[in-house]
């Protein structure tokens, strides 16, 4: 079968043949519960991938589209009893997907020759689009289409995707941080800090919270100002080859072996970024260095909960928060005490439970783009759960949840903040600065990045 075989194929076949069908991930998996119908959970998808690696099932449509089916959020994973990576055999499954063609036509071929191919793999690309687009929003074009009604001749997923259209920040993460911040206190620690791709565009004030967090909390800070995409968007698409590339520029770019963490606040990230070693197991002259990188790569949350958070001496207003875990974040990268010790040591904040806090909000990368109907019902789901706790912020510590509860509570016109963890934090640092007793802060505050709130 080719090229098109060598992914499910020249797996290890213990990963492919792991899964005893016990069934314990079916309650867990959002599409199995949604339709009841075996194909769509993680044990159909996996014998499925098991019939194409033994060559019992040649490949088809009808494969490709299950595999897109899925959200990806590994629940199933952390289920699993018999330790099955999904997330490998899935990833493996949709490369074998696009490799084969299956799923060819002339707009799916442009879509992804243009967003993939093109505009993620260059950073310089993706702001030139940003400050298009913020040019769009901001200069009022945007309100007069919508207002004038003539959205409404387009077809309508083009109007859905249209509205979701997020909002760009006025200045990136390099006009916010500067390249090098050293905390006034001690120096504990050298960190780098990733500032993402999409991140970049849409939350550069939470890559500046968070660079604001790590030196309060005794971390020089290296953010280069130009940087790359880390490649999750490839892998998780069926790219293997420009994930593989973009690992290697990350790793050149942030030499593992000259920093204490490499730091990441987006956990869908994270769950891809830990993982350079099995991607590049292959390349003699990168294996060595992706080790050292899994081993260096930590969330905000992991990281200050190993490092200890210097907790912040005035309180936030009063106010009621409720959590909403990433799924890569807590069935990726298994952190889910981080955050609420995170948010617990915030003076002021009241953290409610949220029930199902680790089921999919239906964001899932580019699920919502291209599965409207399921992310929307995970939606609803979500955003009713937070509701009912009454909380008037939701955190959560990924990009891609952050916009689909932001849109979801928009366009349901439910007043809600949702906010990173680690920008509660770091205001909570900033009331500390304004405070009368401020001088010990702003003794320790790095007065490169205090800008005018400081
Ligand atoms: S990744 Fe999520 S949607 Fe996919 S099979 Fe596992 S639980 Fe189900
Ligand atoms: S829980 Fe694990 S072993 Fe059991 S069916 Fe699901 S993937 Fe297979």
Not at 426 to 433: I, K, P, Q, S, V
Request: proline share 6%; charged share 20%; net charge neutral.
């Amino acid at each position: 079968m080719g090229e098109a075989s060598q992914h499910l194929k020249g797996l290890d076949y213990s990963v492919v043949q792991q899964c005893m069908h016990c069934g314990l991930c079916l309650p867990t998996c959002p599409t199995y519960e949604a339709t009841k119908v075996e194909r769509h959970s993680p044990r159909g998808r996996i014998s499925l991938m098991r019939a194409f690696a033994d060559g019992r099932l040649e490949m088809s449509k009808t494969f490709a589209e299950e595999m897109y089916y899925c959200l990806g959020c590994l629940a199933c994973m952390t289920a699993c009893p018999a330790g099955v990576n999904y997330a490998e055999l899935f990833e493996h499954a949709r490369a074998e997907a696009e490799a084969s063609g299956v799923l060819k036509s002339p707009s799916r071929t442009f879509v992804r020759a243009f967003a993939i191919h093109w505009l993620f793999m260059d950073l310089n690309r993706l702001q030139l689009v940003g400050r298009a687009l913020r040019l769009y929003q901001t200069l009022g074009f945007q309100g007069l289409l919508r207002g004038s009604g003539i959205l409404k001749l387009l077809p309508r997923r083009l109007q859905e995707l249209e509205a979701i259209t997020p909002d760009i920040q006025p200045e990136f993460s390099a006009d916010l941080i500067p390249p090098v911040l050293q905390p006034q206190c001690q120096r504990r620690y050298r960190v780098a800090l990733l500032t993402g791709c999409a991140q970049d565009l849409i939350f550069s004030d939470v890559n500046r919270d968070t660079a604001e967090v790590l030196v309060r909390n005794g971390c020089e800070v290296i953010t280069p100002p130009e940087q790359f995409c880390c490649g999750s968007l490839h892998a998780h698409n069926g790219e293997w080859e420009l994930a593989q590339r973009l690992a290697r520029q990350q790793i050149d770019q942030f030499p593992p072996e000259e920093f204490d963490a490499i730091i990441t606040n987006a956990g869908g990230c994270g769950s891809h970024l830990k993982h350079y070693r099995s991607l590049l197991a292959h390349d003699v002259k990168y294996r060595e260095r992706a080790r050292i990188w899994d081993q260096k790569v930590k969330d905000i949350h992991e990281w200050l909960a190993t490092i200890g958070i210097t907790p912040p001496n005035a309180q936030l207003p009063k106010q009621v928060v409720t959590y909403h875990e990433s799924c890569h974040l807590a069935h990726g990268q298994k952190i889910t005490a981080a955050p609420r010790q995170l948010l617990c040591s915030i003076p002021g904040l009241r953290l409610i439970e949220l029930p199902e806090s680790k089921w999919c909000c239906g964001s899932a990368g580019i699920y919502n783009l291209i599965q409207p109907a399921m992310a929307n019902a995970l939606l609803d789901r979500k955003l009713n759960h937070i509701k009912g706790t009454g909380a008037e912020v939701v955190a959560t510590g990924n990009p891609g949840c952050l916009l689909q509860l932001i849109n979801g509570a928009k366009a349901r016109g439910i007043q809600l903040r949702v906010v990173h963890p680690v920008t509660l934090l770091a205001e909570a640092y900033r009331t500390e600065c304004r405070s009368p007793n401020a001088e010990s802060c702003t003794r320790n505050a790095p007065s490169s990045i205090l800008h005018s709130e400081f």
